[in-house]
Every structure is written in C-alpha cells, then in structure tokens.
C-alpha cells in the first residue's frame, strides 16, 4: 500500500534546468535510502543520485556539479533538481525508496533534453 510518485518531467532546451520530486504515501513506517534512477531503451537503469536518512549523498559521476538530491523526511519526499541538462540526461527517471525495509519504485517521468 506504500506508493511513489514522480513529478516535474517534461521537455527542455540543453543548458536548462528541471526539478524532480517525488512523494511517497501510504503506511509508512520508515524510510531509509531513498534515490533517483535513470533508464532509456539503450541502457540499463542506473543509479543518479542518492540520499541516506541522515543526509549524506552520492552522485553518478556524469552529473556530479550539476545535479542536486534533497529529502524532507517530515513530508516523505526527495527531490532532484537537474542543471545544465545535456540531450545524455533524456531518459525516464524513477524515484527509489526503501521503505518498511522493501525496496519501492515510482511509475516514472520522462525528461527529454532537445533543442
């Protein structure tokens, strides 16, 4: 019964900028991790970006300076916000979640980086 949603995809010129957030809801006991993924046709989906209950972060190293991961642990959300996009950021992004200890995934948004 625990969901995620994603919001904040859409189409974008390179160089721009979009935010992504995703709120989880449901019986939410804990939630410890939680990150986005990425996943195009051409690639299996990968890690972008994380973030520790405790705040601690990690990035792929493709976006490191440009992408920014937050989570507000009082309203259940995590958020990435994506600077200077390049047309090799377009994919689908997931939010991930460990929550109650089981590991839960958004429905996805795309974002599409093209002048």
């Known amino acids: 019964q625990v969901q995620l949603v994603e919001s904040g995809g859409g189409l974008v010129q390179p160089g721009g900028s979009l935010r992504l957030s995703c709120a989880a809801s449901?019986?939410?006991?804990?939630?410890?991790?939680m990150g986005w993924y990425r996943q195009t046709p051409e690639k299996e989906r990968e890690l972008v970006a994380a973030v520790t209950r405790g705040g601690s972060t990690n990035y792929a190293d493709s976006v490191k300076g440009r992408f920014t991961i937050s989570r507000d642990n009082a309203k259940n959300t995590v958020d990435l916000q994506m600077n200077s996009l390049k047309p090799e950021d377009t994919a689908v992004y997931y939010c991930?979640?460990?929550?109650?200890?089981?590991?839960?995934w958004g429905q996805g948004t795309q974002v599409t980086v093209s002048s």
């Open positions: 991930n979640a460990h929550v109650n200890w089981r590991d839960c």
């Open positions: 449901g019986s939410i006991m804990r939630i410890n991790d």
